[in-house]
């Protein structure tokens, strides 16, 4: 049996795949649950999700509340590979600085994958190993395995 993909998303992409109605996003999940890939998440990036989550823009578009976003995030929590986060000091991407949390995940995991649609990382296309691919391309990786 073939290991599963080890993915970092960014949180464009950690939104729709936890509370996403697309079909795309339900594709993801579905992906998720069986194991189609695994989710790494560090501190800095589940630091980034708790803040983004309390935007009304967000908690609007998504139709979220309270309770609904710490069930989702202590499940998330449970289920994806969670580590230390010891790369906090990775600072590559100049133009936006908070999108350096994501390299530092890559560097610190050896993801076969970051997925994101931001402009400034998918511009890098490889990072120590770990291929940055849009949710398009993550999507038809998906679809071949």
Do not use: C
Request: hydrophobic residues 45%; neutral net charge.
């Amino acid at each position: 049996m073939e290991s599963p993909l080890v993915i970092i998303a960014d949180i464009n992409i950690l939104l729709p795949l936890l509370f996403g109605q697309t079909q795309r996003a339900k594709f993801l999940r579905k992906a998720w649950k069986s194991l189609g890939f695994r989710l790494v998440l560090t501190p800095q990036i589940l630091d980034e999700l708790s803040r983004v989550v309390t935007y009304p823009k967000v908690l609007t578009n998504f139709g979220l509340d309270t309770a609904s976003v710490t069930s989702a995030i202590q499940i998330l929590k449970r289920i994806a590979i969670l580590l230390p986060g010891d790369y906090a000091e990775v600072d590559v991407i100049e133009e936006d600085p908070s999108d350096n949390i994501y390299l530092a995940a890559a560097l610190e995991s050896g993801a076969d994958y970051l997925v994101t649609q931001d402009r400034h990382i998918l511009s890098l296309k490889y990072f120590y190993g770990t291929q940055i691919i849009s949710l398009e391309q993550f999507v038809r990786v998906l679809r071949k395995t």
